[in-house]
């Protein structure tokens, strides 16, 4: 499509990059996907003074959720970072929420690091990360060490799901998140 032309427009396509898991689906990336199709809220929170990869991830995703489940209820967890406003906004979310919600806590390798304290009270916690593992945050912990990015993460989880369409906005914030983390 054309926004992944925008995301491999050096002429790779994704499988220089993977080295054929496209192929062959983890089973965290089976058990996340599952996961998306279950909950009604999903709640996303990134990492503490949040650079374009945190944020990029975190609204792509949002972006994502949205367009695939208008019905569920999608935040992007944390306070606002005005300097990267431009790539999405984040969402005060009522304690209430968390109560039955999936929480996704994304390109942040400890609980020190997470932007809000009420990650916690999620029914169920996915950690997607490409930093080295720190510490396990979730019931799910996907880690991927060769990816450039979380928002790069992000991108493979759209090539194994048929409900993650990648929009015009979800590849700008992602291509952003790549970005800040690649240079």
């Known amino acids: 499509s054309k926004c992944q032309a925008t995301i491999f427009a050096n002429g790779l396509s994704p499988q220089h ?6 192929l062959n689906m983890s089973t965290e990336i089976k058990q996340i996907l599952a996961a998306f199709e279950k909950f009604e809220t999903i709640i996303i929170h990134r990492h ?4 374009p990869d945190a944020i990029g991830s ?20 944390g306070p606002a970072a005005p300097d ?5 906004p984040q969402q005060d979310v009522p304690a209430a929420a968390y109560q039955h919600a999936l929480v996704v806590v994304i390109d942040t ?5 997470v932007a809000g304290s009420l990650f916690e009270r999620g029914a169920m916690v996915i950690k997607i990360d490409h930093h080295l593992e720190e510490e396990p945050l979730g019931a799910i912990n996907w880690i991927d060490t060769n990816a450039s990015s979380a928002s790069e993460m992000v991108w493979l989880l759209t090539q194994h799901s048929q409900h ?11 291509y952003a998140g790549i970005i800040g983390d690649t240079g």
């Not at 503490?48 to 650079?51: S, V």
């Not at 609204?59 to 967890?77: C, E, F, N, S, V």
């Not at 390798?109 to 690091?113: A, D, Y």
């Not at 993650?164 to 992602?174: D, F, R």
């Open 84 to 88: 990267l406003a431009w790539i999405g």
């Open 164 to 174: 993650l369409t990648l929009t015009q906005p979800a590849a700008a914030a992602l």
């Open 17 to 22: 990059f993977y080295q054929g898991s496209l």
């Open 48 to 51: 503490i003074n949040p650079d």
């Open 109 to 113: 390798s400890n609980r020190e690091r």
């Open 58 to 77: 975190q609204t792509g995703l949002a972006l994502l959720l949205r367009a695939a489940y208008p019905q569920k209820k999608i935040y992007a967890a």
